[in-house]
């Protein structure tokens, strides 16, 4: 079955005046219009495509990659308001519905916000919504310590950054064990620590077993993130510099920066040292 708001690989079998259509084991078609078409397609080929409707409300198909795709999380920005509702630029040259009965609050152009991609029944349309919350699942959390999970950064709290998990899970990575720059909205890999009895879950960002880095080395890094990561020392820097930024001797950075860049926390380069 195509289902609209997910990728599909379908198979190219016809030219039409409007594009070509694509088909799946079950016989089942849907176009790809002309201005999606890659160069050199031919009848027979596999493409990977995303499935959605068109202002006319027709399932179609593009080449064209969204933000975010069905029963996932992601912030996007506000491209306009209308007296209907919200639009979110997603990626494609459709824009993104937001309902306001699915607004927590007034959305604002140009701002960026957190939100789940769903399917609208009422509408059948893919529709997204602010109010996130109703999308976590905190009952029987399916996660095990040590597992590798998926997660997006989505909002800076004081022990740390509240995050996503696997588009299911809230949880929390702690100030504390956080060696490079991250921001709301980034996506990436982490390590479950804990499943607490509340359903959140705690999170490192680094392997398990990661070894704790040195006062000086942490020093570093905190200089680093004041910095929007990057300080312009290194090895050839005078050891007055290097004293006057961060209070320490020469010898003592030059250890400790070996340390972060073994434990790849750390980029070197001929002008500085800059945070991954």
């Known amino acids: 079955m195509i289902e609209i708001g997910k990728y599909t690989k379908l198979s190219v079998a016809k030219q039409v005046n409007m594009g ?3 088909n799946n084991k079950q016989g089942e078609e849907i176009l790809l219009p002309n201005n999606f078409v890659p160069e050199n ?8 495509v995303f499935a959605y409707k068109n202002s006319r409300n027709e399932i179609v198909a593009t080449t064209q990659k969204p933000n975010i795709i069905l029963n996932e999380f992601a912030f996007l920005e506000v491209k306009s ?3 209907h509702g919200t639009f979110l630029d997603w990626g494609l040259d459709k824009d993104l519905f937001v309902p306001f009965s699915e607004q927590t609050s007034k959305m604002k152009e140009g701002n960026w916000y957190l939100v789940y991609l769903y399917f609208d029944k009422k509408s059948e349309r893919l529709a997204a919504t602010t109010k996130t919350n109703k999308f976590i699942e905190s009952v029987n959390v399916d996660l095990k310590t040590g597992e590798e999970v998926a997660i997006l950064i989505t909002e800076k709290k004081e022990l740390g950054y509240s995050v996503i998990i696997d588009n299911r899970y809230k949880g929390m990575v702690y100030n504390n064990e956080i060696f490079r720059v991250i921001n709301p909205g980034d996506k990436m890999n982490g390590f479950v620590k804990n499943v607490r009895e509340d359903g959140k879950v705690d999170v490192s960002i680094q392997r398990l ?3 704790n880095i ?7 890094v905190e200089k680093l993130k004041e910095n929007d990561g990057v300080l312009y020392l290194n090895d050839k820097s005078e050891p007055e510099d290097i004293q006057f930024a961060l209070q320490m ?5 030059k250890r400790a920066v070996g340390n972060l860049f073994k434990q790849n926390i750390i980029r070197i380069k001929d002008d500085g040292i800059y945070l991954r």
């Open 249 to 253: 001797s020469k010898k003592a950075f």
């Open 81 to 83: 308001n209308t007296e």
């Open 20 to 22: 070509y259509l694509l």
């Open 214 to 220: 040195e006062p000086d080395a942490e020093k570093i």
């Open 209 to 211: 077993g990661y070894k």
């Open 41 to 48: 397609i031919q009848t027979g080929d596999k493409l990977k």
